[in-house]
T-cell receptor, first 115, second 111 residues
Framework: AQSVTQPDIHITVSEGASLELRCNYS??????LFWYVQSPGQGLQLLLK??????LVQGIKGFEAEFKRSQSSFNLRKPSVHWSDAAEYFC?????????????FGQGTRLTINP | EAQVTQNPRYLITVTGKKLTVTCSQN?????MSWYRQDPGLGLRQIYY???????DKGDVPEGYKVSRKEKRNFPLILESPSPNQTSLYFC??????????FGQGTRLTVV
């Protein structure tokens, strides 16, 4: 069965510092991969997605993610974080056969930004 | 504006009292889903629908029902809520091969 692991439950970085959030997945075929962000009291907003092609994908709010098949990873990065990036981040995998319909989520990583 | 709308946003109810959480999307999406979010567990799919009158169980369907009589609506029904169904619920919709859009969430407390 497919699964997603986000090894870091909570990360704290300083404003202006670079960020990398880790995501590892387990799936038998090429998955659809997603990163979502959830601000306090809000729903989930799609940051970016990978379906095929270029393994480095650009998303909204200056985020990017790199798909590495050999490592079964899809890490999220941002060169310089802003205080407004403080939120919870979820990595998700969707089975290719049904497209984006069924998503399996990781446990989430809470990001705190120090001023 | 493209959106998924859930109602209510907050609900406190008692054990055994039937309730319905409504979900509506205005993007003409084929697929709709319900998820629940619990601390440390991320989001888990309850039910999904691939089109009108086509629904199937997700990972945690026990205690829930759904229906899809119209393309835009996908209500979640708890026939006899129990305290272990206290959670944050999200409705979502998507096109085949597209990203998934989520509603704002419904925080349900069952006492």
């Amino acid at each position: 069965a497919q699964s997603v692991t986000q090894p870091d439950i909570h990360i704290t970085v300083s404003e202006g510092a670079s960020l990398e959030l880790r995501c590892n997945y387990s799936y038998g075929a090429t998955p659809y991969l997603f990163w979502y962000v959830q601000s306090p009291g809000q729903g989930l907003q799609l940051l970016l997605k990978y379906f095929s092609g270029d393994t480095l994908v650009q998303g909204i709010k200056g985020f990017e993610a790199e798909f590495k098949r050999s490592q079964s990873s899809f890490n999220l990065r941002k060169p310089s974080v802003h205080w407004s990036d403080a939120a919870e981040y979820f990595c998700a995998v969707g089975p290719l056969r049904r497209g984006a319909q069924k998503l399996v989520f990781g446990q989430g990583t809470r990001l705190t930004i120090n001023p | 504006e493209a959106q998924v709308t859930q109602n209510p946003r907050y609900l406190i109810t008692v054990t055994g009292k039937k309730l319905t959480v409504t979900c509506s999307q205005n993007m003409n999406h084929e697929y709709m889903s319900w998820y629940r979010q619990d601390p440390g567990l991320g989001l888990r799919q309850i039910y999904y629908s691939m089109n009108v009158e086509v629904t199937d169980k997700g990972d945690v369907p026990e205690g829930y029902k759904v229906s899809r009589k119209e393309k835009r609506n996908f209500p979640l029904i708890l026939e006899s809520p129990s305290p272990n169904q206290t959670s944050l619920y999200f409705c979502a919709s998507s096109l085949r091969g597209g990203g998934t859009f989520f509603g704002q969430g419904t925080r349900l407390t069952v006492v």
